[in-house]
């Protein structure tokens, strides 16, 4: 079997007006589905990031792919040029899917991700059975809740409904979770912080520990808004809310600043376990953040780590680091839901509810056949068919890629966004408290 074409698929998809310490999400975000078709006639599919970067990024490995063994990925690998030996490969300033230092893992994901389609639905197995069969049967996510202005995402005729209303406060952030609670009944909460002032996310935090108890674990990622001082006071504020379960998700930039963060934590008896995917990115991050015991908790994607198989690895490397393994998201559809599913099911550490942007994309963006995949109890459930479980909407593919192709801009810049509706002179400044 040899693959004997290879499709890229760009597609808009509407998002509504998310904040974070990036800035705020533009009305469409931008993915890129992939499809490779074999002289057996089998096709497989995966989806990454959407631009120019990441489309060029395939383009560029094209004539690679063409003609080869979908088994035989390593010497791909292999032959995949690293973009820099060094470089910053953190996401301190740069999100996942910009990161030109990203470019070999995210774009060796795309492939492989697409290769273990082919080989599951060749073999009659589903990707996480390839992969030595699964660690669970039910893949869990968690409630991500986001400060957001009103809007549903998308533009004029083709905007969306807005769902969760404007949410810039505890009360419609605790409305915001007991809606998205009801409708996928999640189990574990993530608030994205680094939006307003330290201590009203704070008081989202405790407000939502009034409303939920200790049964939802809580955690809160404000992407290195706040100082090492602002982290621990926050860390020590919240030493409560954030046992049992959850965690304290990037609050400093850097390595150095996350373990400063947690020696001043330990020291004042606060155990809260730090978790990071902006200071650790790659697998090579992982023994400094270890030495450093600036993390515990790695948060992977095989989006940007290197596909499904190097999330494997990650697990089998935490478990024998003693660290724990949780699973970031950003913006995506039900075909990149299904690969995250097949990771997390694939990987015996990953113990937490994995991110997923998924409850802000609505049924009109779904490129997959059927329509939007189904959460039951927070979970997804691991199919029995072949391959990650699901097959594209071609019309479907077709009304994304028309968008995308109208789109002004062809990368992610939530600065812009925040320069255009909220402060003609916003700028990121990290640490901002
Ligand atoms: O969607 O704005 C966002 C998030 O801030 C995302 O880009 C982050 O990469 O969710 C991610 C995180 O956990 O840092
Ligand atoms: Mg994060």
Known sequence: MRISE??????AVADPP??????????????????????????????????????????????????????????????????????????????????????????????????????GKAVGKPVCDLLGGRARDNASFSAYLFYKHGGGGGLGQDARDDEYGECLDPRSIVRQARQMIAKYGFREIKLKGGVLPPDEEIAAIRTLREEFGTAYPL?????????????????????????????LEDPAPGLDGMAEVRKRLLAAGIGTPLASNVAVTCVAHVPEAHRQDAVQIVLSDPHYWGGIRRLQQLSFLCEALGMGLSMHSNNHLGVSLMAMAHAAAASPRLTFACDTHYP????RDEVVEGGRVRFVDGCVRLPDKPGLGVSLDYDQLARLRERYEKLPYRRRDDEAEMRKHVDPNWKRVLPRW
């Open 360 to 363: 802000w994309q609505t049924e």
């Open 6 to 11: 290879l499709r890229v698929h760009p597609a």
């Open 18 to 119: 998310l904040r974070s310490s990036y800035g705020r999400h533009a009305p469409y975000a931008l993915r890129t589905i992939v499809e490779i078709k074999t002289t057996d006639g089998v096709t497989g599919i995966s989806e990454t990031y959407g631009g120019e970067g990441p489309m060029a990024a395939i383009e560029e490995i094209r004539s690679d792919v063409v003609g080869r063994d979908p088994f035989q990925l390593l010497s791909l690998w292999r032959s995949m040029s690293e973009s820099a030996t060094d470089g910053d490969r953190t996401q301190t300033m740069l999100v996942p899917g910009e990161n030109p230092l990203d470019k070999k893992t995210r774009t060796f994901a795309a492939i492989e991700i697409a290769c273990l389609d082919v080989i």
């Open 219 to 247: 955690r809160i990622d404000p992407n290195c808004a706040w100082s090492v001082e602002t982290s621990f006071r926050v860390g020590r504020e919240l030493c409560e809310e954030l046992a049992n379960g959850g965690y």
